[in-house]
């Protein structure tokens, strides 16, 4: 697997890719965080335009994973809690993978070794993210609000 930008030909893989982590959100006691509206390959193809559209390859070059990676979250600027560092970061934002294999750890690491300041964000209900990040020593920083999606529960990561 590898990780590149996000091309036009791909967006025919992006709903299908976001039509699986809804089932797999709903199946695990998280049916709240996204709907059917949000995220789609309409976000993703504005995602592209500004160049923070990434997808997670297998060796044919097939999307079997995607997220958007932006250099500033104005909702990040308050939080209920403490950001461990003040430093410039990337958010991470719409992780979403099929259902096979260990995708989200790819991407994870990916980005934990490429860059040195993430932040993301996730629903209280999503714990198989929650679990994911604390696995690779993302800490809870407190509560953000997103505006049209209400709170969520803010990680950090510092290298």
């Excluded at 030909?9 to 959100?25: G, Y």
């Excluded at 995602?47 to 070059?61: M, Q, T, Y």
Aim: glycine fraction near 6%; charge should be neutral; hydrophobic fraction near 35%.
């Amino acid at each position: 697997m590898r990780i590149r930008e996000t091309q036009e030909k791909d967006l025919v893989f992006i709903d299908a890719i976001f039509n699986s982590a809804r089932d797999f959100m709903r199946l695990n006691g998280n049916p709240q965080q996204w709907n059917q509206n949000y995220p789609t390959a309409k976000d993703v193809a504005q995602d592209i335009k500004c160049k923070r559209a990434f997808v997670c390859v297998n060796d044919e070059d097939t999307p079997v994973g995607t997220f958007a990676l932006f250099d500033h979250e104005p909702a990040y600027d308050h939080i209920d809690g403490k950001w461990m560092s003040d430093t410039s970061y990337k958010a991470v934002h719409r992780i979403a993978t099929v259902r096979e294999g260990k995708i989200g750890s790819f991407i994870i690491k990916y980005l934990e070794e490429k860059y040195g300041h993430l932040r993301i964000d996730t629903h209280e209900n999503n714990i198989p993210m929650q679990n994911l990040l604390e696995k690779f020593k993302f800490k809870r920083c407190g509560i953000i609000y997103i505006p049209g999606h209400g709170q969520r529960i803010a990680f950090e990561f510092v290298k």
